[in-house]
């Protein structure tokens, strides 16, 4: 069942990321053809190109010649998928580098834990400690309901990516553009903060406390949820909440669709009740989580200063962008 279990979530991606492809795909655009120049994905107003410079002029002529323009002309999701990947791995690598780095430095650990613990006393001053309660009441009286929430919790990533194929097929071009720049930077806020003020998840307090690890306890994980590069101590924020009220309030924003409109709001109810279940996250995880993301999407034009280091790695690569 492990094995199944490593396999099954990148092939979820994998196909959803080719229906995308797909789905997107321009049926007039020729693989053989020079490609014509549409609208840039960021929309942003050219800055190295002048109209009269014969050079950049001929420049741009090759590189929609080239086999690789001539693809992304035909399959231009394809770019959305360069975009996920990169900052995909980029915040994992640093996760896993983060990992590493602390790895056997108890004085962090113990740090981590007093952060938590201090979360747990703010949160019983305010009364809303209700983690352990909510997590005993699953275990006790509704243990079925176990399983299906370890499935919501990492059925995350993949829903994250249908929802970037969706919006990417049926949102309004700018509106998309502004939704991944918010994923991208919401990566950046999340690391620093993880980095900043390390927090232990409930999970991994001591038995005192009374939680119990139900998502790593025997064969609950996968090897990409469990190994020696996972960052455990990185509860706040948690982005898992994060991203679910960001996915419902984008699709009760931007969606054309009144059924997704009506179900969105279920999808954030369902991660908050997750990861407070499973002892993966505090209350106030989420209460961070949202704030990041809602932070994000109001400064994403942040994400435009990288357009310059876009520009230069596609004219290294001879890519003319659809």
């Given amino acids: 069942m492990g094995a199944v279990k490593n396999i099954l979530e990148p092939a979820a991606i994998v196909a959803a990321f080719t229906a995308g492809a797909l789905i997107n795909r321009r049926k007039n655009a020729k693989l053989l053809a020079t490609p014509d120049v549409e609208s840039p994905l960021l929309e942003a107003p050219p800055v190295d190109i002048k109209p009269n410079d014969e050079d950049s002029d001929e420049r741009i002529i090759r590189n929609r010649r080239t086999i690789q323009s001539r693809i992304l002309a035909k399959f231009p999701f394809l770019l959305e998928i360069w975009y996920w990947l990169l900052t ?41 400690d209700v983690e352990l309660s909510v997590q005993r009441y699953v275990l006790e009286q509704k243990p079925w309901l176990m399983g299906f929430l370890a499935r919501v919790y990492y059925s995350h990533i993949v829903l994250g990516v249908i929802f970037i194929v969706y919006c990417y097929t049926c949102i309004q071009r700018d509106k998309y553009q502004a939704i991944r720049r918010t994923l991208a930077f919401e990566n950046v806020i999340a690391f620093t903060i993880l980095t900043l003020w390390r927090c232990m998840p409930p999970r991994l307090l001591p038995e005192e406390y009374g939680f119990i690890d139900v998502l790593h306890s025997n064969a609950g994980g996968s090897a990409w949820t469990q190994n020696k590069f996972q960052l455990t101590i990185a509860a706040m924020p948690s982005l898992h909440f994060g991203n679910s009220m960001f996915i419902a309030l984008c699709l009760l924003k931007f969606s054309p669709h009144w059924y997704l409109r009506a179900v969105a709001p279920i999808w954030p109810m369902l991660m908050g009740l997750t990861i407070v279940a499973t002892a993966n996250h505090f209350i106030l995880d989420a209460v961070v989580g949202a704030c990041v993301t ?25 890519i003319e962008k659809p």
């Fill in 294 to 318: 809602l932070t994000a999407f109001r400064l994403n034009a942040v994400m435009l200063y990288l357009l310059p280091v876009e520009r230069a790695l596609f004219r290294l690569l001879r």
């Fill in 88 to 128: 995909y791995w980029i915040y994992q690598g640093l996760r896993a580098f983060s990992a590493r780095m602390i790895s056997g430095h108890e004085a962090i650990f113990d740090t981590a834990e007093r952060h938590a613990l201090s979360i747990l006393s703010f949160e019983h001053f305010l009364h809303l």
